[in-house]
């Protein structure tokens, strides 16, 4: 299945980058935490060391563009953050959001 992802050269999304989020302080109360959507509940009950083995981003274009608004997405690539379609196996999604295990390349 495909996704498409926010990442950084490297493969890292941008919430493990500290420019973001002191760039974005606001995220957290625009879009949920996966530990707070009931449909993400297969990943939140997972031990923490499995449970890192996975990766976020969104299901299609209309998921992302509502996660990230047009100056969100012109700072992320101003950081070095660009849009990745990914291929991987789903392991759950909410209507914001989707948790998927890379596929190795």
């Excluded at 939140?44 to 083995?53: A, F, G, L």
């Excluded at 996660?67 to 789903?90: K, N, R």
Aim: hydrophobic share 35%; proline share 5%; with cysteine.
């Amino acid at each position: 299945m495909k996704f498409l992802r926010i990442e950084n050269e490297l493969g890292r999304g941008p919430y493990q980058d500290y420019r973001i989020s002191q760039a974005l302080p606001d995220r957290g109360r625009r879009q949920p935490s996966p530990f707070y959507e009931a449909a993400l509940k297969k990943w939140r009950d997972m031990e923490t060391t499995v449970r890192w083995q996975f990766s976020f981003g969104f299901l299609d274009e209309a998921q992302l563009r509502a996660w990230f608004d047009p100056e969100d997405l012109e700072l992320l690539q101003e950081c070095g953050y660009t849009i990745h379609e990914v291929e991987g196996e789903l392991l759950c999604a909410s209507k914001k959001q989707a948790i998927f295990k890379r596929h190795s390349t």
